[in-house]
T-cell receptor, first 114, second 114 residues
Framework: DAMVIQNPRYQVTQFGKPVTLSCSQT?????MYWYQQKSSQAPKLLFH???????NEADTPDNFQSRRPNTSFCFLDIRSPGLGDAAMYLC?????????????FGSGTRLTVV | AQTVTQSQPEMSVQEAETVTLSCTYD???????LFWYKQPPSRQMILVIR??????QNATENRFSVNFQKAAKSFSLKISDSQLGDAAMYFC???????????FGKGTLLTVNP
């Protein structure tokens, strides 16, 4: 089945140690998104790729970076994780007209910072 | 900027009963889409139902239906014959105009009591 896969499901990292989360899709959607979701809060968009074009949200900290080497894969890099970066990170994809079908989400990666 | 407001942090319903979750939004766009997403304890977001703003008819998907009041900017979700599997966090979301990004409300945690 076509889907969005996030690895790993759970990630524990040390304070200040770089960490990379991955997302892959078999839907051939041209837009990929990274959301941060803290407990009992709405998902917050960090950035998205429209094809190869990177679009950063204005309030996304510089500590967060992303790479999309091809249509299928997208990575979230946290250069120096702090305790406040502990959260669920959700990857989502859409065709450009998100209103037609909405997003397809992965299962998320829960990041713990120790 | 568009905003989505869910005024009910938590709701509960008896199994087989009906429950309505509220959502209001603010936008200056005339063309937009509205969504309800379900996030079960497994954490993968699943699209429940969507509504195109230009359609006056309320969307329905089996036991799920919406009450879309465009003038009031209200978009509530009704779940009929509630089942234990309906227990989840429900997010209302908006996508407007040429902007394919989703803006989420803070969510409503629905508990279904047997």
């Amino acid at each position: 089945d076509a889907m969005v896969i996030q690895n790993p499901r759970y990630q524990v990292t040390q304070f200040g140690k770089p960490v990379t989360l991955s997302c892959s899709q078999t839907l051939n959607h041209n837009v990929m998104y990274w959301y941060q979701q803290k407990s009992s809060q709405a998902p917050k968009l960090l950035f998205h790729y429209y094809d190869k074009d990177f679009n950063n949200e204005a309030d996304t900290p510089d500590n967060f970076q992303s790479r999309r080497p091809n249509t299928s894969f997208c990575f979230l890099d946290i250069r120096s994780p702090g305790l406040g970066d502990a959260a669920m990170y959700l990857c989502a994809t859409s065709r450009e007209e998100a209103g037609v079908s909405g997003y397809t989400f992965g299962s998320g990666t829960r990041l713990t910072v120790v | 900027a568009q905003t989505v407001t869910q005024s009910q942090p938590e709701m509960s319903v008896q199994e087989a009963e009906t429950v309505t979750l509220s959502c209001t939004y603010d936008t200056s766009e005339s063309d937009y889409y509205l969504f309800w997403y379900k996030q079960p304890p497994s954490r993968q977001m699943i699209l429940v139902i969507r509504q195109e703003a230009y359609k006056q008819q309320n969307a329905t998907e089996n036991r799920f239906s919406v009450n879309f009041q465009k003038a009031a900017k209200s978009f509530s979700l009704k779940i009929s014959d509630s089942q234990l599997g309906d227990a989840a966090m429900y997010f209302c979301a908006y996508s407007g105009g040429s902007n394919y990004k989703l803006t989420f409300g803070k969510g409503t945690l629905l508990t279904v009591n047997p």
